[in-house]
């Protein structure tokens, strides 16, 4: 079977080398690149490279978002504007759900069985927002929306492997549980595998860099952006994971945001954090996200604290991206 990818917002800082990195995968024979500006450019430029993956780039001009989506079996959107110094991921709202709202509208008409994967923050409201927005359209299935959350995975791998002297950061699993803002970001050490021992003294400063560590990136880059380098590799990472689940490979397992009701194994997860939307570790296979592992048994009490702060204040920004695909301004 042939994969057709999109990335929707394509020319951006992390669509053009989100973009590459899909053109060089084998797993893809067609890529379409959307994008208010520059696809034509960016598409030229990857059409050059000798991997199977056949490129076109789309501008909105003649309904180009249609036939970039049409069919499409893997979606990937990082469409929106990023932070700049001072701004959370909240922030971004206004701009980016009016952005997320659209395209979902236009993929639920054109490629109503796509995966979907959202990088636009916040993505705490933008995957609420998706949902509700695939849910009006009656075509939202639960096991093929994702919130990417991977950026905080990655993160906690090299951070980590840092700590604990590890020259692999790759060989650790981390979950990553919650939301993808601040103190909504879970990092749970006490289900690393293998095993890591974070001195105590260490301990507090590991969580808020794995927290904030998108701050530092914002800061450095000084007005220019937010991390796009990292999460280019990070949603490719995610995409790629969802395309070897699809291809049938079993035991492929990674944290994203998802609606849990909709995922089996989600509903007690859902339960017992009251939130409907939320990331833990995915078991990714032929049908997308076939079952949502349950990482709150055994939380120490440090993890216990972070989640009731994560709790506390991402029902807020699940509610804030509800009510918005139900009253749009
Ligand atoms: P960027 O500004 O460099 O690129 C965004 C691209 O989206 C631009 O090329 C723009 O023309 C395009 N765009 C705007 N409106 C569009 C529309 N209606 N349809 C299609 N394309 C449209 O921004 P960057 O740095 O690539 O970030 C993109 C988003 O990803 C931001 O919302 C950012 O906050 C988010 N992000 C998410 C992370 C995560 O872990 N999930 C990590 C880092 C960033």
Request: hydrophobic share 40%.
């Amino acid at each position: 079977m042939g994969i057709k990818a999109v990335v929707a917002g394509a020319s951006g800082g992390i669509g053009q080398p989100l973009s590459l990195l899909l053109k060089t995968s084998s797993l893809i024979s067609e890529l379409a690149l959307y994008d208010v500006v520059n696809t034509p450019g960016v598409a030229a430029d990857l059409s050059h490279i000798s991997s199977p993956a056949k490129i076109s780039g789309y501008l909105p001009k003649d309904d180009g978002a249609k036939t970039a989506f049409k069919d499409a079996d893997i979606i990937v959107i990082p469409a929106g504007i990023p932070r700049k110094p001072g701004m959370t991921r909240d922030d971004l709202f206004n701009i980016n759900a009016g952005i997320v709202k659209g395209l979902i509208e236009t993929i639920a008409e054109v490629a109503p069985k796509a995966y979907i994967l959202i990088i636009s923050n916040p993505v705490n409201s933008t995957v609420p927002i998706a949902a509700e927005v695939l849910k009006a359209k009656g075509v939202f299935d639960p096991k093929r929306l994702f919130g990417v959350t991977t950026l905080d995975v990655v993160r906690a791998e090299t951070f980590v492997a840092e700590i604990v002297g590890e020259s692999n950061p790759q060989s650790l699993t981390i979950p990553v549980i919650g939301g993808h803002s601040g103190e909504t970001i879970v990092p749970l050490f006490s289900q690393a595998k293998p095993a890591v021992s974070i001195p105590e003294d260490k301990y507090a400063d590991l969580v808020k860099r794995v927290q904030f560590g998108g701050d530092e990136v914002v800061k450095a880059k000084d007005g220019a952006g937010s991390a796009t380098l990292s999460m280019a590799y990070a949603g490719f990472r995610f995409a790629e994971k969802v395309l070897r689940g699809l291809k049938g490979e079993e035991g492929i397992i990674e944290p994203s945001f998802v609606y849990l009701p909709g995922v089996a194994g989600g509903d007690v997860i859902a339960k017992e954090t009251g939130c409907d939307f939320f990331s833990v570790p995915i078991q990714l296979g032929t049908s997308g996200a076939e079952k949502a592992l349950n990482p709150l048994t055994g939380l120490d009490e440090n993890e216990k604290t972070l989640l009731k702060a994560c709790v506390e204040g991402l029902k807020g920004n699940i509610t804030k991206g509800v009510n918005f695909a139900h009253n749009p301004p």
